[in-house]
């Protein structure tokens, strides 16, 4: 039996994965991840579930207590964007990239 995988993310994220081809489902709020979780859970073809980070530590205790007595499908959270004001600009775009090449922030001058 062949699995598929699916993202559940808020409207922001959800356009680079449709891009990249992969099958998304836009929530707004907490609640509607939940419920949206718990329909993909209902799927026997669904393997794998990406979660947005903050959409995955609202769920309720319940929820993830049932997910985790099943081995299907797995929930797997990714980070979801930073939006900070102080990466906008030339310098801000070249602080984030020597950030993330060294593994700490530098300050430019």
Avoid: N
Avoid at 12 to 24: D, K
């Amino acid at each position: 039996m062949s699995y598929g995988v699916t993202v559940i993310c808020r409207l922001e994220v959800s356009t680079g994965f449709a891009l990249a081809g992969w099958p998304t489902h836009e929530v707004a709020t907490d609640i509607e991840a939940g419920q949206r979780l718990l329909e993909l859970a209902a799927h026997a073809d669904t393997g794998v579930v990406l979660m947005q980070d903050d959409l995955y530590e609202a769920m309720s205790p319940e929820v993830l207590r049932m997910l985790a007595k099943r081995p299907l499908p797995m929930v797997v959270p990714f980070p979801g964007p930073v939006w900070d004001e102080s990466l906008r600009g030339p310098e801000g775009y070249i602080v984030e990239m020597l950030r993330q090449a060294i593994g700490y922030r530098v300050r430019l001058r």
